[in-house]
């Protein structure tokens, strides 16, 4: 329910007149965020912190990615392109994947290393 509301949220903003700045923005406040993360990983259980941020990120975050990347394309590119279905089914479908490796595979994952 979160990353669906976070997402339309995304998406909403997104469609304003000022699409490249917002971009360019999501994509820094994203950087900045996955920094930090990482940072106080490494802080609080050093190189054993940093590894176990990475593998519990790292299967959903993929399939974000990918959605988040589809976005970015079409908020940057210079042509006034159509948002079509087949971005909206490629963007669902990605989110979609996301969340059930978030669910099923991450905690999978995390016990294997813990």
């Known amino acids: 329910k979160e990353r669906v509301g976070m997402l339309l ?3 909403f903003v997104g469609q304003v007149c000022w699409k490249r700045l917002y971009a360019g923005l999501l994509t820094v406040i994203v950087g900045i965020l996955f920094g930090s993360i990482i ?4 802080y609080s259980m050093s190189l054993k912190g940093i590894f176990l941020c990475v593998i519990g990120l790292l299967p959903h975050v993929i399939f974000y990615g990918i959605s988040y990347w589809i976005l970015v394309c079409h908020w940057m ?14 963007v669902l479908f990605f989110v979609s994947l996301g969340i059930l490796s978030e669910v099923y595979m991450n905690p ?4 294997i290393f813990l």
């Open 108 to 111: 999978f994952l995390l016990k």
């Open 77 to 90: 590119s210079d042509k006034v392109g159509r948002w079509r279905k087949s971005k909206v089914l490629g």
């Open 9 to 11: 949220l995304i998406i």
């Open 39 to 42: 940072s106080m990983a490494g």
